[in-house]
């Protein structure tokens, strides 16, 4: 784990953890797109919620949890035998399909006996709706006789078994909730073959995603995901393997078994919808008594990847980049190979000051800004891949941190001895004065 808690938009995904969190029984919410930025975990829920997905992250939080691992497992209430069935008919719906009331509109309360946002769906009816949208063949279930809001099963066409989730959810309070679920990612970050995203003439938006399990080793499982995001702000994720299980099973095919035309047709279905009724809104956050706390500036626009790559020294070219918010970055190359650059401007971060410039190279400037140089290994499992970063913080909490790496993707294998930045020219762009400046709200 970082020592420095830079931002990490790989794991930036699990930002899209909010539904998760919220039906498992958080009382928070994480419309504001945060981030699990590598070593903040450990930091505790507040500092999560103060980290906000960048670009780079989009709709893949889920690749780094698995629908089936995390959500299923986590949101059924489990009865009954596994289930061993061929393709079923269509699922039984009652009258046709009615609007789904928002958060902000119902007034309706979830049970006492359920979680905050957490809904009772039988089983056997997200099965039937999986079965009854997808190609023959045979599937297995287990705890059909259960209830929650997501399932996960194998597939067998006859060419290998594959293991297929499903998760419904609500999007959240916010209008933009959601949209990184249905926007692809950026290869820097999440290597994939193919990405595809588009729009409904209802207004939902979908997304089609075929990439990997570990992106960083493509021989191995093959992740495929599909995205529906509707309207009125439902959420259901379907994703399958060319493997039993996501993690921990032998392949067993070359490819998951649904085309990106078949996993988009099963997101896509009308027979969702009166499932996506039983989902009980999400709860209101509880009054807090006393003073409020004013949040932070929040920096708006692509103000931050602009002025990153102002800053970059001479004899570098940029050939990629990409970022939003607080998070930016550039893929530069001197002639001797890629290397990926990237940073974090953040308000309101006095509170933590103790945690990330309490140890190591840390030194004090006259006007009472810190800043901290570290060189380590990268994480992302590319060969060779080091990671250079110069971590800076006012007195009043306003932090910059820049990190460049010895290849284009942390992903993939070091392109060159070094990063195309000094550590000296770091530092002198992390405490730039053109920080304060970028468009804040």
């Not at 992250?57 to 698995?66: N, Q």
């Not at 800053?311 to 970055?329: D, Q």
């Not at 020219?425 to 004065?433: E, G, R, S, T, Y």
Request: some cysteine; glycine content about 14%.
């Amino acid at each position: 784990m970082s020592q420095h808690d830079h931002h990490d938009p790989d794991a930036g995904f699990a930002g899209e953890l909010g539904s998760a969190l919220r039906t498992t029984g958080e009382s928070f919410a994480l419309d504001g797109r945060p981030e699990l930025v590598s070593g903040g975990l450990a930091r505790g829920r507040r500092r999560l919620l103060r980290r906000r997905l960048a670009v780079t992250g989009g709709a893949l939080a889920l690749a780094a949890v698995g629908v089936g691992g995390v959500y299923a497992g986590s949101v059924v209430t489990p009865a009954g035998p596994a289930d061993k069935a061929g393709v079923a008919a269509a699922p039984k719906t009652s009258g046709s399909p009615t609007a789904a009331p928002s958060p902000e509109s119902s007034g309706e309360a979830a049970s006492d006996s359920l979680k905050p946002g957490m809904a009772e769906i039988p089983l056997s009816e997200i099965a039937d709706v999986v079965k009854a949208n997808t190609p023959a063949g045979e599937w297995r279930f287990n705890d059909l006789g259960g209830t929650g809001q997501g399932l996960s099963g194998v597939y067998d066409d006859g060419k290998g078994e594959a293991g297929v989730s499903v998760f419904l959810s609500r999007a959240g309070r916010s209008p933009e909730a959601g949209v990184d679920m249905v926007t692809c990612p950026d290869q820097v970050y999440v290597p994939h073959d193919d990405c595809d995203t588009g729009k409904l003439p209802d207004g939902s938006r979908w997304m089609v995603f075929q990439g990997y399990e570990y992106p960083d080793k493509r021989e191995e499982t093959k992740n495929w995901r599909a995205v529906l995001l509707t309207a009125d702000g439902f959420l259901i994720d379907a994703s399958e393997y060319n493997a039993p299980a996501e993690k921990g099973a032998a392949i067993s095919r070359e490819n998951p078994p649904f085309t990106a035309a078949q996993l988009r047709a099963l997101v896509t279905a009308d027979a969702w919808r009166p499932l996506f009724e039983q989902i009980p809104p999400l709860p209101t956050a509880p009054a807090q008594p006393g003073k409020v706390r004013q949040a932070p500036p929040q920096i708006v626009g692509n103000g931050v990847t602009s002025t990153l790559r102002s800053l970059m020294p001479k004899g570098l070219t940029v050939v990629g980049k990409g970022g939003e918010g607080e998070f930016g970055y550039v893929v530069v190359d001197d002639g001797k190979g890629r290397s990926l650059v990237q940073i974090n401007v953040q308000y309101g971060m006095g509170d933590v000051a103790g945690d990330l410039f309490g140890s190591g190279d840390v030194t004090t400037l006259p006007d009472g800004r810190k800043v901290k140089l570290t060189r380590q290994p990268g994480e992302k499992g590319g060969a060779g891949v080091v990671w250079w970063t110069a971590d800076t913080m006012t007195k009043d909490g306003f932090r910059v941190v820049v990190g460049a790496f010895n290849t284009g993707s942390q992903h993939e294998a070091a392109t060159r001895a070094e990063p195309a930045l000094t550590m000296e020219q770091l530092k002198a762009i992390a405490l730039d004065p053109k920080w304060a400046k970028v468009p804040a709200k």
